[in-house]
């Protein structure tokens, strides 16, 4: 009986601490574009202006709260349900009133201008810019922070610091790292350079990046190309319109018979990487690394399997294009 | 203008060729005729220097041919190859083919829309059979802003091909390659057929009335003339891209050297469009990034044209 008093009086103090613990209390957030806001009460609706907001934000646990995403936003599924109030720059100002969000999670590529304009119409505008492995788990905890959500945040970060530090510690022994070229077009030649996420990426996964000496992203000419002759050719996924990409990229490095010269085109080293998570800070990024890891160092992380590939074939275009032609054609003889 | 302008002839093709030698030893990987490494300098020349060159080559020559022919059939100083909607229904076709078909056919359409869109403007300014060059110039701007705003559509609603389209659009000869070369021999075939009536346009220069007067056959001639130039742009358009300014400034400056006479005026362009597209074109391939050509034609030509506008008319 009075081991029973002791739980009951135990379980009551441990409600009522866990109670205060549910209590919000307001916080103060100094977002990355250097803007302090004050969140005085838990955020119930929220609005996502990035794909990469977006990922956390499902994430954290928080989709049942989301009103809002761009058109970009096609990770997880559910997001593809939500409300669409807009692209990067071209936010529908009157959807986001009609949505009323607690609370908008925002990228510098929305505009400042759109920013601004938010916030004077009154919202919470948390601005995040995540474009590195440490700006994506401050990215995850500035959410988290927002939305009350510290823990899932801080579980969410720490997994992703164990699975990278797996990545990393296989590799510290490791000297040969391969030249890896990242394209995301070849007519011309854009390549991601020093100084961007890929790059880093790159090098996290025991690669070089092959054109370190681009800052950001840029050209390089054919000859640039196949002087620097890279050993690993990864290029971009396609998404959202013009989703021929993935095959054509691939096909235009291996094909092309100027650039059969280059190791990783002699050895068919050309990968396709999923741009959705390759290319967007969100927790997903593992998953590329993990990817890249496998292909650039098989001889550690196994033999890397590419998935079948999901982009739209161009033919649906084409022979909708010729067959109007055609049919064009056919009414004008007719006349 | 110069005392004998016809010897201004032999002197740009001497500039030519020795160019064309100078800019094949140049390029960003620092390789040169003098490094041994055989294989790799070999293909560098014989596959990727030497179809770009000459490639900007041909282009610069076709640009700076219709611009000077344009300019002469118009009487304006405005004119130039994309005056009457070339450039922008050439890149309306290049984004519809990079949008749709993710790249695929992008010359052949932006040939197409090149064409197409000069074609209507040709037919809406026709009226009984006569073509009044006003009513060219008016509907030509008509229909490029109307197809203007359908390329802004297209890229507003592009989202990740973009970037292709605005690259595009910048012009540049990124991956100029023999069959490119192939097609854009092309163009100084056509120029021949412009330089055949290189009288009638002097003639023309004088007024329509004028010409007929003095036996022209002003309608055909016009209709030639626009028929040669569009087909030349439209072909530079699909290889290259919308590359300014060569077309505007280039007649200009050769006019001030050679006079208005279009026999010696139109060969003279074609040769200085070919030796600055060409020297443009170098500049931007061994950029450390490089840079679309457009943007170096522009930058360059611009304040050297207003350079000699200054000059002429100080003297």
Redesign the interface.
């Known amino acids: 009986m009075k081991h029973l008093r002791i739980l009951l009086i135990f379980l009551l103090v441990l409600a009522i601490f866990s109670g205060t613990a549910l209590g919000w209390t307001p916080v103060t957030i100094t977002d990355d574009s250097g803007f302090e806001s004050v969140i005085e009460s838990q955020p119930q609706t929220i609005v996502s202006l990035a794909p990469t907001n977006t990922e956390i934000i499902f994430a954290l646990g928080l989709g049942d709260k989301v009103v809002g995403v761009t058109e970009y936003c096609n990770y997880p599924k559910e997001a593809l349900t939500k409300q669409t109030v807009g692209g990067y720059s071209t936010i529908n100002m009157e959807k986001i009133v009609a949505a009323n969000p607690d609370i908008i999670f925002a990228n510098p590529m929305n505009g400042e201008e759109n920013i601004d304009y938010l916030r004077q119409l009154g919202y919470t505008v948390i601005v995040i810019q995540s474009d590195s492995v440490e700006g994506t788990y401050a990215a995850i905890q500035m959410i988290g922070k927002c939305t009350g959500t510290t823990a899932e945040a801080e579980s969410i970060v720490s997994d992703m610091k164990i699975r990278i530090q797996a990545i990393t510690d296989k590799l510290t022994d490791v000297t040969e790292k391969p030249t890896v070229m990242h394209a995301m077009s070849v007519d011309p030649y854009w390549v991601s350079g020093s100084n961007t996420f890929q790059n880093e990426l790159i090098t996290l996964a025991g690669g070089t990046n092959a054109f370190a000496d681009v800052n950001g992203w840029g050209v390089v000419t054919l000859e640039k190309l196949l002087t620097t002759n890279p050993e690993i050719i990864l290029v971009d996924s396609g998404s959202k319109m013009g989703t021929t990409g993935e095959n054509t990229l691939q096909k235009a490095f291996l094909t092309n018979g100027r650039l059969s010269s280059i190791t990783a085109v002699k050895n068919d080293d050309v990968y396709v990487m999923d741009s959705d998570t390759f290319d967007r800070s969100g927790p997903r990024i593992v998953d590329s690394l993990e990817q890249l890891a496998q292909i650039l160092h098989p001889e550690i992380f196994g033999n890397y399997a590419e998935p079948e590939s999901t982009a739209a074939s161009p033919g649906f275009g084409a022979v909708l294009i010729i067959s109007g032609v055609i049919g064009g054609l056919f009414i004008c003889r007719r006349k | 203008m110069l005392r004998h302008p016809i010897l201004l002839l032999p002197a740009l093709l001497i500039v030519l060729l020795i160019s064309i030698v100078i800019t094949t030893c140049i ?3 620092g ?1 040169s005729l003098l490094t041994f490494d055989s294989e ?1 300098i070999h ?2 020349i014989f ?3 030497l179809p770009r060159i000459i490639g900007a080559l041909l282009v610069g020559a076709g640009l700076a041919a219709a611009g000077c022919v344009m300019q002469g059939l118009f009487r304006n100083p405005m004119a130039d190859p994309y005056i009457i909607g070339t450039s922008t229904g050439g890149a309306l076709g290049a984004a519809c083919a ?9 010359p052949l359409f932006a040939f197409i829309g090149a064409a197409a869109s000069t074609i209507t403007v040709y037919i809406i300014s026709q009226r009984n059979g006569r073509m009044g060059v006003e009513t060219l110039l008016l509907s030509g701007i008509a229909v490029s802003l109307f197809l203007s705003a359908m390329l802004s559509f297209i890229m ?6 973009l ?2 389209i605005m ?1 595009w659009m910048m012009g ?1 000869f ?2 100029m ?1 023999w069959d490119d070369v192939g097609l854009a021999l092309l163009i100084p075939a056509a120029a021949v057929i412009l330089y055949i009536f290189s009288r009638d346009l002097n003639v023309m220069a004088l007024g329509e009335e004028e010409a007929i007067h003095l036996g022209v056959n002003t309608e055909r001639t016009k209709k030639i003339l626009l028929m040669v130039s569009t087909f030349i742009t439209a072909i530079a358009v699909s290889i290259s891209g919308c590359i300014g300014f060569v077309g505007l400034i280039i007649p200009h400056i050769m006019r001030i050297f050679t006079g208005p006479d279009h026999r010696i005026l139109l060969p003279a362009s074609m040769l200085a469009g070919s030796i600055l597209l060409m020297w443009a074109d170098t500049f931007a ?1 061994t950029m ?4 679309p050509v457009g943007i170096i034609t522009a930058f360059l030509g611009a304040p050297f044209f207003i350079y000699l506008l200054r000059r002429r008319t100080r003297v």
């Open positions: 390029g960003v990987s390789l790799m293909k560098l596959e990727v220097r990079i949008v749709f078909l993710g790249g695929l056919l992008m507003y609603m592009s989202g990740n091909s970037h292709q690259f540049g990124w991956n390659y391939r450390p990034v490089e840079i």
